[in-house]
T-cell receptor, first 113, second 117 residues
């Protein structure tokens, strides 16, 4: 059973615009959420994270929002750049399982010039 | 380079053969995780170590799979009697594993791609 879901397999955005990637989860025990970026033939690269005690975390062009009541999080990239084109994975974890990551299936982002 | 290192990068084997992969974590990290990723899916958790102790195993880790982390440093993942369904990317990640969630960011290696013919 997929506890973390990314329902949009792909997203295309123009350079300079905002990219919004969405993620839903089902397990209310999750207390730490992360976004990873992956290029072909490379491992996932950590991007940004958020604890369940917060509703927003910002790092440069990247902002993650968490809505615990809706079990939903989103990643905003502003402004989007062509180098942001990659597959983005949402992941969730909890202390009970040693913070083993539960990943979504990923969203492929294409930023066009 | 002080990142997570995985070897080999690619492995092609025949069905029924045994294979072993190696992961060298970031040196000060005491937690090490193994994941498997198949096409179109996100990585799936297999097992993790806190120092040399294997603390959790996923139900995906069948009896043909075994992982070790002697002396709490590098780790090996062995698959015995490989099957075509074992074909996947095997990813290793490490983290500090200290108290405080920010310390539990996992950093991934580039993975070992296994093809079972």
């Amino acid at each position: 059973d997929q506890q973390v879901k990314q329902n949009s397999p792909s997203l295309s955005v123009q350079e300079g615009r905002i990219s919004i990637l969405n993620c839903d989860y089902t397990n209310s025990m999750f207390d730490y959420f992360l976004w990873y970026k992956k290029y072909p033939a490379e491992g996932p690269t950590f991007l940004i994270s958020i604890s369940s005690i917060k509703d927003k975390n910002e790092d440069g062009r990247f902002t993650v929002f968490l809505n615990k009541s809706a079990k939903h999080l989103s990643l905003h990239i502003v402004p989007s750049q062509p180098g942001d084109s990659a597959v983005y994975f949402c992941a969730a974890s909890d202390i009970q399982s040693g913070y083993a990551l539960n990943f979504g299936k990923g969203t492929s982002l294409l930023v066009t010039p | 380079d002080t990142g997570v290192s995985q070897n080999p990068r690619h492995k092609i084997t025949k069905r029924g053969q045994n294979v072993t992969f190696r992961c060298d974590p970031i040196s000060e990290h005491n937690r090490l995780y193994w994941y498997r990723q198949t096409l179109g899916q996100g990585p799936e958790f297999l097992t993790y170590f806190q120092n040399e102790a294997q603390l959790e195993k996923s139900r995906l880790l069948s009896d043909r799979f075994s992982a070790e982390r002697p002396k709490g440093s590098f780790s090996t993942l062995e698959i015995q009697r490989t099957e075509q369904g074992d074909s996947a990317m095997y990813l290793c990640a490490s983290s500090l594993g200290l108290a405080g969630v920010a310390k539990n960011i996992q950093y991934f290696g580039a993975g070992t791609r296994l093809s079972v013919l």
